[in-house]
């Protein structure tokens, strides 16, 4: 619930419409008016792009010293330095023609770009936050876009036919171990940060980086926020828990510290749960950032996080009649992330980080128990040289330790099966950007990576290809190998393991003008050395091979509009994918239970001034999930019904004492319709020799949420 905890910072965004107006006209050297010029403030989501006339205007609520920046293919980018006051500002700015511009050209086959600097931008924090139906969640927004299959038992990303723990998240470079809050069995999970921790975040669906390992399907790649911009307190009041935040800035740090405590138990009094809930989800925690800009170019950052949860409920015991099954889960969960980035010399800069996780599961299943703990250490450093305007290079190291401990413990008859191992992983990584020209660029890479734990080494090729077509369109590339070190599972029964490895081949077609884009996208992913096992019981597995493959291939399409209705932005994404593997216990090559041939989202965002009211919508469509009947011959033979969710949010932007505050208001669903994630099945036939089943439903037919949100600035003297 940490997202929804942390929506006082989301809305507060949607207030930055007053205090100064910046406005002026963009030209050329000979006094021209630069059409479709961006001018934006460096740090910030606050800018414009220049009309027909050259002419510009935004507003900000930023005050004092600020970076206004002006680009636009062709020309040298330029920054003035303003000293923001309320009112209006009018400036004129001249762009340099720039002979050889490295801008016009820029790597996308397999990436969304959600950055505020980048030409390329699709979703921004705001726009992650505000999506109806993902309230607030990360996963859920990205969702929403193509390459993803909506997977409602689980809550996680499935990417392009991949598993979800084909797609790895990573927070300023780093790895993170658990991205997902702990759930029970056909319980969905949430993401465990808010998406306005960041600045940036690009949704890499494949052919990412050479920098980027242990991912064989996708990379989401967060980059959190730098200095916090003002001291402030804030205040959550919510249906399902409470949350307070303190934030204090100083010339060159600030420091940030939250709280939180979330118990779904008076919402579900009030809403009929189709779950039976011995214990509602009980969770508590705390995150701590402090942020020191070291000198005029360096900054360090350092995050940490507590929390705990619980949470208890029956379900159907399907292998014997009219009983039921005693789940109880408790979670603790420790995360800290320090990076530091500096520009060494004109020509080098460094980043480098340590990460840590500590997490502890105990899943109790009537009287048996499964434990997993797990440690993890990483540390990372990469370099990056500027060789010229045309050639960069960057390369680098990392290094990860984790210790994995999971053993279930059977009451009758007595007994304990599990296992523990240490992997030791190092990896190093070479890339550079190279301009052919204006219009083309190319970036070739390598990345290899040893596992101790299986006493393995691979070499990752990898090269995309950028190549400009027109002012506002470019066609991309993108090949490469990507390696992953086999599930903690299979690793704590046997090390005679390899990588499991997948090809990427990807191309795309993309289009941006006048807050207006256009993607088309088609990939082909061919996997191999999966991994094969035979099933002793749920927790127990036998016969560990690399012997599985498969292959994903597809057709994507994304239009985002943010001009044509006033005040309304909206984004229409439709994926098709054909896929197939052989893996785990499957017994031939069949379409995984987490693919839908056809994905198809609809979001829609209007704004009413008047109102001070913000609105959005979001409809969902994905075509049935195949699943296993063992009652019938054949294997995932059956389909789900089709997924179908339309879900509506309304944010009412006011004061209390002058401190902004937004009533918020969300429900998913709306409609009510019955879905249909999927069935379980028992492991023992009945007398009728028929195996007993129950539908994977949501835990309710709708979610409905209210929150007041108060959040109370300090500024300083100069502010």
């Known amino acids: 619930m940490k997202k929804l905890l942390l929506l006082p910072l989301i809305f507060a965004s949607a207030t930055s419409w007053a205090q100064t107006t910046i406005s002026g006209t963009v030209k050329d050297n000979q006094g021209k008016p630069i059409i479709g010029a961006n001018v934006f403030l460096k740090g910030l989501y606050d800018g414009a792009s220049a009309d027909t006339t050259g002419h510009y205007t935004f507003k900000t609520e930023a005050k004092g010293s600020q ?31 720039e002979r050889n511009e ?81 759930s029970v069995p056909d319980v969905a999970a949430r993401g465990r940060f ?42 959550s009041l919510m249906a399902v828990g409470v949350s307070a935040s303190e ?9 940030a510290v939250s709280a939180d405590y979330s118990n779904l138990a008076p919402l ?41 949860s619980k949470m208890v409920l029956q379900q159907p015991d399907l292998d014997q009649e009219n009983s039921t099954l005693r789940v109880n889960l408790h979670n603790q969960n420790t995360y800290l992330n320090a990076s530091y980035r500096e520009i060494l010399s004109p020509k080098w800069t460094v980043r480098s980080g340590l990460a840590f996780s500590r997490d502890q599961d105990q899943l109790g299943l009537n009287v048996n128990k499964l434990k997993t703990q797990e440690w993890q250490g990483l540390a990372k450093t990469v370099f990056t040289y500027q060789a010229s305007e045309a050639i960069s290079f960057k390369a680098g190291s990392e290094y990860q330790q984790k210790n994995f401990d999971q053993h279930y413990f059977i009451a009758q008859p007595k007994q304990t099966i599990g296992g523990n191992f ?16 204006n219009r083309l660029v190319l970036r070739p890479g390598v990345r290899a990576e040893y596992s101790s734990r299986i006493n393995r080494t691979n070499v990752a090729p990898r090269a995309s290809l950028a190549y400009k077509t027109g002012s506002y369109s470019q066609i991309s590339a993108a090949f490469g190998h990507y390696y992953q070190t086999p599930e903690n599972d299979y690793l ?20 941006i003008q006048e807050n207006r884009t256009f993607r088309l996208e088609g990939f082909y992913k061919k996997y191999n050395q999966l991994v094969t096992f035979q099933q002793v019981n749920t927790y127990t597995f036998s016969n560990l091979q690399n012997r599985g493959n498969g292959y994903a291939t597809g057709i994507e399409l994304f239009w985002r509009d943010q001009k044509t209705i006033k005040h309304g932005d909206y984004w229409i994404s439709y994926s098709w994918l054909d896929t197939k593997r052989y893996n785990k216990f499957y017994e031939y090559a069949v379409t995984p239970t987490f693919a839908a041939k056809h994905n198809v989202a609809v979001v829609y965002k209007h704004f ?64 009510g319709h019955q879905n249909i994630y999927g069935y379980r099945f028992g492991n023992i036939p009945n007398a009728a020799g028929e195996y007993q089943s129950a539908a994977i439903k949501p835990p309710a037919p709708r979610f409905a949420f209210v929150g007041l949100f108060i959040s109370i600035n300090h500024p300083t003297k100069t502010q």
């Open 608 to 671: 009413l001034p008047k109102l001070q009211t913000l609105v959005g919508a979001t409809y969902s469509l994905a075509s049935g999930r195949p699943y296993h009947n063992p009652n019938l011959p054949g294997f995932n033979q059956e389909r789900t019904p089709t997924y179908t969710d339309l879900s509506l949010n309304i944010s009412y932007l006011t004061n209390i004492k002058k401190h902004y505050t937004i009533l918020y208001v969300s429900c998913t669903n709306l409609l």
């Open 492 to 511: 704590k029964y046997s090390r005679n393991l390899n990588f499991e490895n997948a090809k990427h081949y990807i191309l795309n077609y993309q289009h």
């Open 67 to 97: 970076i206004l920046i002006a680009t636009f293919i062709g020309y040298k980018q330029k920054e003035l330095l303003l000293e923001l006051k309320p009112g209006a500002q009018q400036l004129t700015i001249n762009l340099a023609e």
């Open 194 to 235: 808010s998406p306005f921790m960041f600045s940036g975040t690009v949704f890499s669906s494949g052919g990412y980086s050479a920098e980027y390992g242990q991912a064989l399907s996708s990379a989401l790649l967060l980059t959190s926020n730098d200095l916090a911009t003002e001291s402030q307190t804030g205040l």
């Open 247 to 255: 934030t204090k800035r100083w010339k060159s740090s600030s420091l």
């Open 102 to 182: 490295l801008n016009t050209v820029v790597i996308t086959a397999g990436a969304f770009e959600a950055s505020d600097e980048k030409r390329a931008t699709l979703l921004k924090p705001l726009d992650i936050a505000t999506t109806a139906g993902a309230t607030a969640d990360i996963t859920g927004a990205l969702n929403t876009l193509p390459g993803t299959t909506k997977v409602g038992e689980t809550g996680k990303l499935f990417v392009r036919g991949g598993d979800s723990y084909e797609t790895k998240t990573f927070m300023d470079g780093l790895l993170v171990n658990k991205f997902y809050n702990s």
């Open 422 to 437: 240490t992997d030791r992983t190092s990896a190093v990584f070479s890339e550079a950007d190279i301009y052919l020209s």
């Open 268 to 308: 579900f009094g009030l809403m009929k749960q189709d779950l039976n809930w011995q214990k509602a989800p009980v969770s508590v925690g705390g995150t701590t950032v402090f942020r020191y800009k070291t000198s005029k170019t360096g900054m360090l950052k350092v995050f940490g996080s507590l929390s705990q």
